[in-house]
Each structure stands twice: as structure tokens, then as C-alpha cells.
T-cell receptor
Framework: SQQGEEDPQALSIQEGENATMNCSYKTSINNLQWYRQNSGRGLVHLILIRSNEREKHSGRLRVTLDTSKKSSSLLITASRAADTASYFCATDPEGGGADGLTFGKGTHLIIQP | NAGVTQTPKFRVLKTGQSMTLLCAQDMNHEYMYWYRQDPGMGLRLIHYSVGEGTTAKGEVPDGYNVSRLKKQNFLLGLESAAPSQTSVYFC??????????FGQGTRLTVV
């Protein structure tokens, strides 16, 4: 079953604006990861945040994690047309070993030029 | 450095036919995974492997078999394809709980 659920399912903003996507999950985790998927391509890893971390930055990306609420957010600042893609959160369940990440259904982000 | 390579990229099968999808990685990763992606469903884990010679079932294993005879290769087999197996298949590899590296996908249509 799906562990993560992204919100919103779709988001359309103007270039230069900030984009925020949220992810909720159900069980305790070791870490949470965000991936980007351009149309017709494979997923590309963006950022990983461990369960004992609350915030992490990478370039224009900012990720927060609230384990008490079992939720995470991904902020993309100063969006560009090239950021148009689907974004997925993925969780590594606590105690799950190496039995794979569990993905949400994704947020489809469109950046209007 | 090729990363994760999937072959073929596209395939059309008739119901009942069989085929094998090949995944190869050159990063010496221990863990390899097969996912399927369907519209509105995100990615779902079919089978995975934590090392050469080992395989395990994921969330949606029915109708698929896998083999990991060599560390760098992970094969996904469909013995008797069904229309419900029409999907995009992704292979991924990783070192333990760290980031996963994905292939470009195989788009399979079963008619």
C-alpha cells in the first residue's frame, strides 16, 4: 500500500514564484527522500532527510520533516521552467532493512513561463 | 559511467506471451529493485534483491519472477503477460538505505 501521499496532486505557478509540496506518511521511518521525474524519464534523487533531522537545504530546495505529524514538505524557491516535473516523496520504513522505498503518488508541478 | 541501464525501452506483447526485462548497474550496488508505475498510482515495488543470488517479493509480485545471478544484473520476467501488466517498469539500485538510482524505464503494452 502507498506509504506517502503528496499534496497537492497538481500545482501550477508562475516562473520565479516558490512552490511548496507536502507529503504525509503512515509509519515510522529511517529517512524520507524526494525525487523528481521529468516526463517520460526515470526518477532522479533530489534530497534525503533522516528521521532525526528537521530541515535540510540543497541549492534552491528546502525540505522539512515533522515526525510527530508524519509529514514533510519540499519547497522550491525561485522556480524555473526547467522545474516542471512530477515530484515524489519516498520513505524508508524504520526496521525495513533494504526492502525498498515506498513512494507516494506524486505532485505534478507546472511552471508557467 | 552508465549508472542503471534498462533494456528494452519499449515493448508490445500479446496476451500470454513471455518476456524478460534486463536491468544492469555499474555502481557495484548491493540492492536492486523493480517497480511499476501506473497513472495515478505512483511507484509500486514488484520484487527486490539485497545481493547476488537473493530475491524477495515486494508489494505487487504476482505474475512476475526475478533472478539475480550476477551482482550487476537484475532480471524481471513475465511468464504469461496479461493486459493488467501494461505499465512502465523501472529498475533501481542503491547502497543500503541511501538514495536510489533509477533507470530510464521500460514502457510495456500488453494487447
Amino acid at each position: 500500500s502507498q506509504q506517502g501521499e503528496e499534496d497537492p496532486q497538481a500545482l501550477s505557478i508562475q516562473e520565479g514564484e516558490n512552490a511548496t509540496m507536502n507529503c504525509s506518511y503512515k509509519t515510522s521511518i529511517n529517512n524520507l527522500q524526494w525525487y523528481r521525474q521529468n516526463s517520460g524519464r526515470g526518477l532522479v534523487h533530489l534530497i534525503l532527510i533522516r528521521s532525526n533531522e528537521r530541515e535540510k537545504h540543497s541549492g534552491r530546495l528546502r525540505v522539512t520533516l515533522d515526525t510527530s505529524k508524519k509529514s514533510s514538505s519540499l519547497l522550491i524557491t525561485a522556480s524555473r521552467a526547467a522545474d516542471t516535473a512530477s515530484y515524489f516523496c519516498a520513505t524508508d520504513p524504520e526496521g525495513g532493512g533494504a526492502d525498498g522505498l515506498t513512494f507516494g503518488k506524486g505532485t505534478h508541478l507546472i511552471i508557467q513561463p | 559511467n552508465a549508472g542503471v541501464t534498462q533494456t528494452p525501452k519499449f515493448r508490445v506483447l500479446k496476451t500470454g506471451q513471455s518476456m524478460t526485462l534486463l536491468c544492469a548497474q555499474d555502481m557495484n550496488h548491493e540492492y536492486m529493485y523493480w517497480y511499476r508505475q501506473d497513472p495515478g498510482m505512483g511507484l509500486r515495488l514488484i520484487h527486490y534483491s539485497v545481493g547476488e543470488g537473493t530475491t524477495a517479493k515486494g508489494e505487487v509480485p504476482d505474475g512476475y519472477n526475478v533472478s539475480r545471478l550476477k551482482k550487476q544484473n537484475f532480471l524481471l520476467g513475465l511468464e504469461s503477460a496479461a493486459p493488467s501488466q501494461t505499465s512502465v517498469y523501472f529498475c533501481a539500485s542503491s547502497m543500503s538505505e541511501f538514495e536510489a538510482f533509477f533507470g530510464q524505464g521500460t514502457r510495456l503494452t500488453v494487447v
